[in-house]
């Protein structure tokens, strides 16, 4: 793929009055992972939301692939663990991730279902209602039901949110995989350590600004929370 | 096709698990039939059975709105509507599988509706029962149709109870028109008026095509 | 849109349209015959027509820019769409209330379900719902989205409705005075000086709106009525 994974080009998106992003320009190359840093309400979810194809721009222009996000060829190449988990807690865990197979057209969908299920731990509550399941099963089983297509991007939407030391780790675990295995990955969190730790590059958003970009992260982890602080600081 | 079938399994799934949806609709009819006996004095005579067809229409419409006002409810938990946003298909074949879903949902309301209306309005259905299905299938495609469509609207705004029937009564007019001039004529001498059942076929056509397209806009952020 | 480039020209169109509203006002009352068989009450007519015309016009216009607004998300069509609903509302409440103003004096009824002004009560409730949706709507492309789609629905809705209510509807006792001829003598200037003025009156109220609204959101918009 000679375009990039995805590219976004003077990207902006207003709800009404209020501007949730302006002048956003990115590029994010095949098979590597970009870090959303920023406070609450500086546009993380609503960027990735966009990448997902959940809306349209408001102005501007970004691309999966080279293709508009909103359009449905985009979608399928995308996988979305949001901040909602969205299951159906009256179907069962296993139930879930199938309706979601189905939904994208997965060949040998009980196969793959299966598998997603055991990559996620989650064999044994597979048959559990998924209103029964605790927060870190829950999540868990979001990421199971966002990935069951094979996606070549993974967007993920503050996924350590309510997540006990170890639940975090295992998904720390799961992004390193997603890495190797060659997927382009986009993490939204508040977690400056982590972001240095998974990400290629780091960018901090500050009231729907890029404020910073950071290469290679993990070299200063230090200039990065600089950076967040800065943003935290100027955001209201 | 894939997605029509996924999510017409999905929700009938959810259905069976709770069964409250199709239960709530069945007594709510049930007691719409008994309340509109009361309501004529006199019990069953040749008069009342001339206004059953379309006593039967409104309790059909009833029983409707309250199964489409329903019909996104499993959806607002956990913003499984974004879940389903997602898919990477045309948003009309969502609309199809729910549309459809909503149907069968109210067929099955319907038939037992029939039954107890000719009891207590004492009309004789056996003869015309195979004509008054299609009938029925084909209001009811309307309704269902716009009636998706507008639930998916209504569960989005403030008022979601009282925006659907606002909404939808305007816009389902041609549909109980035809319907119950078509199930009148049934009953009174077993025929379907050819107007009346091109009217629905129009209007089932038009609405069916409206929604299928509308879907992609409304689910939309 | 934005309306109106200033409030100078806005003035110069209210002034135009009240010599408008003289005119029609002379010819109508003043100078058209009476009606011999229905006598001054006909002259109702005179408002009750061209209002009905704003109205479906009124529709028209929220369908067309629905419509738009779909095909290119730019919120400028869903402002005049808006504002051609509320704008639109008004005139198919004339048209409600005059209309059984004219039947008690010529039928001797407040009202009869007869196709054309039970149509337009249809669409006096879809513009109600319309305006409803809007306002129970939180998010301002949310709300275009929804209402977009309810217009043109909406739109579809009323030539179903027509063909519905004329096929088993009431009886038709809507005079059919849309063909040539069948106006009396000196009725036809009048009528057209009334239809005229009640697009004139609703082009203008609809450029004000958008022009009120305009002026409130920030994006505001490049096109205008230079005077």
């Known amino acids: ?236 | 096709m894939n997605v029509f079938l996924a999510i017409l399994w999905k929700d009938l799934l959810v259905e069976w698990r709770s069964r409250d949806r199709v239960v709530a609709m069945l007594v709510f009819s049930l007691l719409v039939v008994v309340v509109f006996h009361f309501s004529l004095p006199g019990g069953a005579t040749a008069q009342t059975r001339a206004t059953a067809p379309g006593l039967l229409w409104i309790a059909y419409v009833f029983a409707a709105l309250l199964g489409l006002g329903r019909s996104f409810s499993a959806e607002l938990e956990n913003e499984a509507l974004s879940g389903i946003a997602l898919v990477p298909v045309d948003r009309g074949w969502v609309f199809l599988g729910k549309g459809a879903a909503n149907l069968l949902v109210l067929g099955v309301v319907q038939a037992v509706t029939a039954c107890v209306f000719a009891l207590v309005f004492e009309v004789d259905l056996t003869p015309v029962a195979g004509r008054l299905a299609g009938v029925v299938a084909l209001g009811s495609l309307g309704l269902c149709s716009i009636g998706t469509l507008f639930a998916a609207v209504a569960v989005r705004t403030r008022f979601r109870e009282v925006m659907l029937p606002l909404l939808l009564l305007p816009l389902l007019v041609p549909v109980l028109l035809g319907s119950v001039r078509a199930t009148s004529a049934l009953l009174a001498d077993g025929t379907a008026p050819f107007a009346a059942i091109q009217l629905l076929i129009v209007t089932d056509a038009v609405y069916l095509i409206l929604s299928f397209l509308g879907f992609e806009y409304v689910l939309e952020e | 849109m934005t309306g109106y480039a200033d409030g100078s020209t806005a003035l110069r169109a209210s002034g135009i349209l009240l010599a408008l509203l003289a005119l029609a006002y002379g010819g109508q009352v003043i100078l058209a015959p009476n009606d011999s068989m229905q006598g001054v009450v006909q002259k109702i007519l005179y408002v009750h027509v061209p209002c009905a015309f704003a109205a479906y016009l009124g529709f028209l216009v929220t369908a067309v820019c629905s419509g738009f607004y779909l095909a290119t998300n730019d919120e400028r069509y869903d402002r005049v769409a808006a504002a051609a609903a509320e704008m639109g509302v008004l005139f198919c409440t004339l048209v409600i209330v005059t209309g059984p103003i004219w039947a008690k004096g010529t039928w001797g009824h407040w009202w009869a379900w007869d196709p054309r002004l039970t149509v337009t009560l249809l669409l006096w409730f879809i513009y109600l719902a319309y305006l409803l949706l809007r306002s129970f709507t939180e998010g301002s492309e949310r709300t275009a989205r929804l209402a977009a789609v309810y217009g043109i629905a909406g739109a579809l809705a009323i030539p179903l409705n027509y063909f519905a209510i004329d096929l088993f509807g009431g009886a038709a006792m809507h005079p059919e005075n849309l063909q040539r001829g069948s106006l009396g003598q000196g009725m036809g200037w009048p009528f057209a000086v009334g239809v005229a003025t009640a697009v004139a009156a609703f082009a203008h109220l609809l450029l004000l709106r958008v022009g009120l609204e305009a002026s409130v959101s920030p994006s505001g918009g490049r096109l205008s009525i230079r005077g």
């Open chain 1, 1 to 236: 793929m000679s375009e990039p994974a995805i590219a976004a080009r003077r990207l902006e998106k207003r709800f009404g009055h209020a501007t949730a992003l302006t002048g956003v320009d990115l590029e994010v190359p095949a098979g590597s992972s970009l870090a959303v840093l920023g406070p609450n309400g500086a546009g993380k979810s609503t960027l990735l939301r966009l990448m997902a194809g959940l809306g349209r721009p408001s102005g501007g222009s970004l691309s999966i692939c080279g293709e508009p996000a909103h359009d449905r060829a985009a979608r399928a190449r995308v996988g979305f663990v949001g901040h909602a988990t969205f299951l159906y807690a009256a179907l069962t865990a296993r139930e879930n991730v199938l309706f979601a197979a189905r939904l994208h057209r997965v060949p040998h969908a009980a196969a793959r279902v299966e598998e997603r299920l055991a990559q996620e731990g989650l064999e044994g509550v597979a048959h559990l209602a998924a209103g029964a399941l605790s927060r870190g099963m829950a999540q868990r089983l979001a990421v199971a039901r966002g990935l069951v297509h094979d996606p070549e991007i993974v967007l993920l939407d503050e996924p350590f949110a309510g997540l006990d030391r170890r639940a975090a780790q295992r998904l720390a675990g799961r992004l390193a995989d997603l890495r190797h295995e060659g997927r382009t990955a986009v993490l939204a969190t508040h977690d400056v350590g982590l972001a240095a730790q998974v990400a290629d590059v780091a960018i901090v958003l500050a009231a729907g600004r890029i404020a910073h970009e950071v290469r290679a992260p993990q070299r200063d982890v230090a200039a990065l929370e600089r950076a967040y602080a800065a943003a935290a600081e100027a955001s209201p």
